[in-house]
T-cell receptor
Framework: AQKITQTQPGMFVQEKEAVTLDCTYD???????LFWYKQPSSGEMIFLIY??????QNATEGRYSLNFQKARKSANLVISASQLGDSAMYFC?????????????FGAGTRLAVHP | EAQVTQNPRYLITVTGKKLTVTCSQN?????MSWYRQDPGLGLRQIYY???????DKGDVPEGYKVSRKEKRNFPLILESPSPNQTSLYFC????????????FGPGTRLTVL
């Protein structure tokens, strides 16, 4: 079955520094998609970035980039120049045929704290 | 504004008292889904719907019912809530059956005493 692993329950970073949040996935699919969502303390789920398994370039969205290493089955989120507003829970998620095309499989999440 | 709305946002109830959490989207999306979020477990799918009158179970469907009589609405029904259904619930929708680009509602925090 498809599985997402986020090994860092919590991370600390100094404001303006870069931080990498780890995500590994377990799938035998050829076609799959990988997401990162941000959940601030207010609770809503905010889409950050998406990487398709056939995309050759790493996805980027402003200060967010996805370090996609297909052979290692990792999809780490890199946040450059951290801001206090980046303090939140971050979830890695995927879809694929093993887990079902009709749902996202989520990791347990990483709580990021940005210090001034 | 394109959005997914859920009501109520917060609910405290007692064991066994039937309740419904509504979900509505204004984007004409075919696909809708319900997830529950529990600490340390991320989000897990409860039910999903590919279109009107088409629903199917997700990973944790026990104790829940859904219906899809209209394209825009996908209510979640708890016929006899129990304390283990205390959770944060999210409704989501997307254009097609693929899970990509799902839009999430604001969440409903349910406490069952």
């Amino acid at each position: 079955a498809q599985k997402i692993t986020q090994t860092q329950p919590g991370m600390f970073v100094q404001e303006k520094e870069a931080v990498t949040l780890d995500c590994t996935y377990d799938t035998s699919d050829q076609s799959y998609g990988l997401f990162w969502y941000k959940q601030p303390s207010s609770g809503e789920m905010i889409f950050l970035i998406y990487q398709g398994s056939y995309d050759e370039q790493n996805a980027t969205e402003g200060r967010y980039s996805l370090n996609f290493q297909k052979a290692r089955k990792s999809a780490n989120l890199v946040i450059s120049a951290s801001q206090l507003g980046d303090s939140a829970m971050y979830f890695c998620a995927s879809w694929g045929s093993a887990g079902g095309y009709n749902k996202l499989i989520f990791g347990a999440g990483t709580r990021l704290a940005v210090h001034p | 504004e394109a959005q997914v709305t859920q009501n109520p946002r917060y609910l405290i109830t007692v064991t066994g008292k039937k309740l419904t959490v509504t979900c509505s989207q204004n984007m004409n999306h075919e696909y809708m889904s319900w997830y529950r979020q529990d600490p340390g477990l991320g989000l897990r799918q409860i039910y999903y719907s590919m279109n009107v009158e088409v629903t199917d179970k997700g990973d944790v469907p026990e104790g829940y019912k859904v219906s899809r009589k209209e394209k825009r609405n996908f209510p979640l029904i708890l016929e006899s809530p129990s304390p283990n259904q205390t959770s944060l619930y999210f409704c989501a929708s997307s254009v097609s059956g693929r899970a990509n680009e799902q839009f999430f509602g604001p969440g409903t925090r349910l406490t069952v005493l």
